[in-house]
């Protein structure tokens, strides 16, 4: 059995891994991780026979904190994905320095299938990547929707607490169907636009594959056919972590 976990700036998943399929899954806000949460959360690994870990982390400060408790307390090698060598898995176009290495997982998770891709993620940013003949090509961050969101209620007195739904409408009636309104088709326009531009610089056709909170609100509104993987970065660690025999 193995671990992989993705260290985001938001939520960290951590998932105990059993024949390259996810055995246990366990979320919790970044924010709470300290050692003594990891230790107290993580108890139950004593009792199994875990060889290895994988993360990829956007926070590594917490990436320190779980490499030391696993290290330490359980004797497991733990391992952050962009300080392994890829090459053989995937061709990466840019300077690694650049690339989220949530972003670099979702991007593996599709690798070596011999199509294009565009991997848009609905997290902290909204991302999107882009893979032509497996390698990386390079990716756009635009704001993340509840950063947005929350910047704006921040900044604006008036500005009521809202959760964003889908809707039909573009003219609203009141402020919160107007707010709702501009975030949904803002996005989707956003989102749209991208894509297009992607497809018109690169003179490529590509699947698309979304992820993250939002991902199934705008899945119907895209001009584009998009394919929902809300595991698509934990994927990605199970590709690498078999294929490196970690």
Same mark, same amino acid.
């Given at each position: 059995?193995? !671990?992989?976990? *993705?260290? +985001?700036?938001?939520? %960290?998943?951590?998932? &105990? /891994?059993? #024949? ?5 899954? @366990? ?90 891709? !565009?991997?848009? *993620?609905? +997290?902290?940013?909204? %991302?999107?990547?882009? &893979? /032509?003949? #497996? ?5 756009? @961050? ?105």
């Amino acid at each position: 059995m193995k !671990i992989v976990g *993705d260290i +985001g700036n938001s939520d %960290t998943k951590v998932c &105990i /891994i059993k #024949n390259k399929k996810i055995f246990k899954r @366990i979320i919790f806000p970044t924010k709470l991780l300290t050692k003594s949460f990891f230790n107290n959360k993580f108890k139950f690994i004593k009792k199994l026979n875990i060889t290895s870990s994988l993360f990829c982390s956007v926070v590594p400060k917490k990436f320190e904190i779980i490499k030391n408790v696993l290290n330490r307390s359980y004797s497991i090698k733990t391992y952050e994905l962009k300080k392994i060598d890829l090459d053989d898995i995937i061709k990466i176009k840019v300077n690694l320095k650049q690339i989220g290495s949530d972003r670099l997982a979702n991007s593996i998770s599709v690798s070596k299938l011999n199509y294009n891709y !565009i991997i848009i *993620d609905f +997290g902290t940013a909204t %991302t999107f990547d882009v &893979i /032509i003949n #497996n390698n990386y090509y390079g990716g756009i @961050i635009a704001p993340g929707i509840n950063l947005s969101i929350k910047s704006l209620k921040n900044n604006a007195s008036l500005i009521p607490n809202f959760t964003l739904q889908k809707v039909k409408k573009v003219i609203g009636k009141n402020t919160l169907s107007a707010l709702r309104s501009g975030f949904f088709w803002g996005y989707t326009g956003l989102i749209n636009n991208i894509i297009k531009l992607i497809k018109i610089e690169t003179k490529k056709n590509f699947k698309i594959i979304a992820t993250g909170g939002y991902s199934y609100l705008f899945k119907s509104s895209l001009d584009y056919k998009v394919s929902i993987d809300k595991d698509i970065t934990i994927k990605g660690l199970i590709k690498i972590i078999n294929k490196k025999n970690l």
